[in-house]
């Protein structure tokens, strides 16, 4: 399964977008990258997910570079709302979702 | 999108004993996950649970201590078996009704004393 590497944590200013990097190098070409994001205690909730192309829906935009190898979260207008651990996952050819550690994004009034 | 809901909420259990998480769907779904949650720690897929046949565990987990049922395709439990204080997570149920989406349940509360 093709791992993703993320930072650790971000801050962001509210009503600022939020950018969230996401490294991962080894996918595959028919391999998916999806979004998730957990807010404290809560069970994660499905963002957005892509292939290839960009990809925009009502929470978010999802940028992945040409080579596939790195992709880029977008919430455009950041709130308090959004602070949570956003994470970036390949999807494996098996359909399992394998999670790594995330980025905690904290949205600062 | 699927509705998931999860019984019980929350539990306090003594170790040795066991306990038996109920996952039901709104709508029939082919493929269903079970993941823990331990304390600070991101999720980790224990087994996937399709319908009509045996649960696939990962490594590290096995069916004696983690037994999954799936009678039918809008129903799974997970038991975790002889429960000692490291087996205190979240326990999330997942479910995916197509090739691109996957959801999750809103998680069963484990504390083992």
């Known amino acids: 399964d093709a791992k993703t590497t993320q930072p650790p944590s971000m801050d962001c200013a509210e009503g600022r977008a939020a950018n969230l990097p996401c490294n991962h190098s080894?996918?595959?070409?028919?391999?998916?990258v999806y979004w998730y994001r957990q807010i404290h205690s809560q069970g994660p909730q499905y963002i957005i997910h892509?292939?290839?192309n960009n990809e925009t829906n009502e929470m978010a935009s999802l940028i992945i570079t040409e080579d596939r190898k790195s992709s880029t979260l977008i919430l455009p207008h950041a709130t308090l709302r959004d602070t949570a651990v956003y994470y970036c996952?390949?999807?494996?050819?098996?359909?399992?979702?394998?999670f790594g550690q995330g980025t905690t994004l904290q949205v600062k009034p | 999108s699927a509705v998931i809901s999860q019984k019980p909420s929350r539990d306090i259990c003594q170790r040795g004993t066991s306990l038996t998480i109920q996952c039901q769907v709104d709508?029939?779904?082919?493929?269903m996950f079970w993941y823990r949650q331990q304390p600070g720690q991101s999720l980790t897929l224990i087994a996937t649970?399709?319908?009509?046949?045996?649960?696939?565990?990962e490594s590290g987990f096995v069916i004696d201590k983690f037994p999954i049922s799936r009678p039918n395709l809008t129903f799974s439990t997970l038991t975790v078996s002889n429960m000692s204080p490291e087996d205190s997570s979240i326990y999330l149920c997942?479910?995916?009704?197509?090739?691109?989406?996957?959801?999750f349940g809103p998680g069963t509360r484990l504390t083992v004393t």
């Open positions: 649970a399709n319908q009509g046949s045996e649960a696939t565990y």
């Open positions: 996952i390949v999807k494996s050819n098996t359909g399992k979702l394998i």
């Open positions: 997942s479910v995916g009704d197509s090739d691109y989406e996957q959801y």
């Open positions: 892509g292939l290839k």
């Open positions: 709508s029939q779904v082919t493929m």
């Open positions: 080894t996918i595959s070409g028919n391999e998916y």
